[in-house]
């Protein structure tokens, strides 16, 4: 199983990103896809997740009307729409499979992603 993140970059606060990650090697369809993030010196978080089935979402508080996770079976692939970022955003965003319906629960997830880093400035 593989999942590649991708779509990170350098942005000013205000601006948008788009991450992608595409899976391979899973049934992608019967799996919950999340996305966490780390920050220097943090623990990973839960950001938001969309559920296998009825594409369910579910988000942060933190991240709550700015972010949008969204998934396209066909294509094999997640999507993380990033609006209004905030310097607080700034950390490695990862990818994770999960076989269950849904999990904030990082410890339940069963592939994850390398990583993309997200970096917004002030």
């Known amino acids: 199983v593989q999942l590649q993140a991708s779509g990170g970059g350098m942005v000013q606060a205000g601006a948008s990103l788009r991450l992608s990650c595409a899976a391979s090697?899973?049934?992608?369809?019967?799996?919950?896809m999340g996305w966490f993030r780390q920050a220097p010196g943090k623990e990973r978080e839960f950001v938001t997740a969309i559920s296998w089935g009825d594409g369910n979402t579910y988000y942060a508080d933190s991240v709550k009307g700015r972010f949008t996770i969204s998934r396209d079976n066909a294509k094999n692939t997640v999507y993380l729409q990033m609006n209004s970022l905030k310097p607080e955003d700034t950390a490695v965003y990862y990818c994770?499979?999960?076989?269950?319906?849904?999990?904030?629960?990082?410890?339940?997830?069963?592939?994850w992603g390398q990583g993309t880093l997200v970096t917004v400035s002030s």
């Open positions: 994770a499979a999960d076989a269950n319906y849904y999990s904030s629960k990082w410890s339940e997830y069963d592939y």
């Open positions: 090697g899973l049934t992608f369809r019967n799996y919950a």
